[in-house]
């Protein structure tokens, strides 16, 4: 039962215009939402996130939203670079009172190719 | 300031053997992770700790050891490996409670034939 989730597994954007990264979580749990960048040969690192109290935070060119209600988050990169080429994780965390467990679920990845 | 390492950063194992995983870090971080990564799919946890001397498991904990000596250090141990563990397995640490961002190290490519 795959939690997070991301159905696009790859995109290709012309470089100078915007890359929509989506990515869809199930449980109502979650209350802290990440995403992370990876280069191949390299661990992930954190690129932006947002709390659950909040629908939209921004960091320079990197912005993401959250639709609770949709269980919906989205990062956008304006402009995009070539150098953003990797694959994008979403995750999500929060506290599984059920199982009295702490989750930190990330997705399976985006594959973002920037055409020069 | 080095971050998250991580050694070996490839191994081949026989079924049946063990082996430890190290993961260092100097950020003086009190809560440090380890994920496997499996071919198409997300990371998964595999056990946690909030600080020296206290681990808990994760998602995937089955076939696996950990322990949390001083705050530095957390390495993992794989015991009796089977061709299921193989994986890329990322260690991580963050400064403040599990929910935000974690800082990972480069990986170890574990084989197991």
């Known amino acids: 039962d795959q939690q997070v989730k991301q159905n696009s597994p790859s995109l290709s954007v012309q470089e100078g215009r915007i890359s929509i990264l989506n990515c869809d979580y199930t449980?109502?749990?979650?209350?802290?939402f990440l995403w992370y960048k990876k280069y191949p040969a390299e661990g992930p690192t954190f690129l932006i996130s947002?709390?659950?109290?909040?629908d939209k935070n921004e960091d320079g060119r990197f912005t993401v939203f959250l639709n609770k209600s949709a269980k919906h988050l989205s990062l956008h990169i304006v402009p995009s670079q070539p150098g953003d080429s990797a694959v994008y994780f979403c995750?999500?965390?929060?506290?599984?009172?059920?199982?009295?467990?702490?989750?930190?679920?990330f997705g399976t990845g985006t594959r973002l190719k920037v055409l020069a | 300031n080095a971050g998250v390492t991580q050694t070996p950063k490839f191994r081949i194992l026989k079924i049946g053997q063990s082996m430890t995983l190290q993961c260092t870090q100097d950020?003086?971080?009190?809560?440090m992770y380890w994920y496997r990564q499996d071919p198409g799919m997300g990371l998964k946890l595999i056990y946690y700790?909030?600080?020296?001397?206290?681990?808990d498991k994760g998602e995937v904990p089955n076939g696996y050891n950990v322990s949390r000596s001083t705050t530095e250090d957390f390495p993992l141990r794989l015991e009796l490996a089977a061709p299921s563990q193989t994986s890329v397995y990322f260690c991580?640490?963050?400064?403040?409670?599990?929910?935000?961002?974690?800082?990972f190290g480069p990986g170890t490519r574990l084989t197991v034939t």
């Open positions: 991580a640490s963050s400064a403040t409670e599990i929910s935000y961002e974690q800082y």
């Open positions: 449980n109502s749990m979650f209350d802290y």
């Open positions: 947002i709390s659950s109290i909040k």
């Open positions: 995750a999500a965390s929060g506290w599984e009172s059920t199982s009295g467990t702490y989750k930190y679920i």
């Open positions: 950020m003086n971080h009190n809560y």
């Open positions: 700790s909030v600080g020296a001397g206290i681990t």
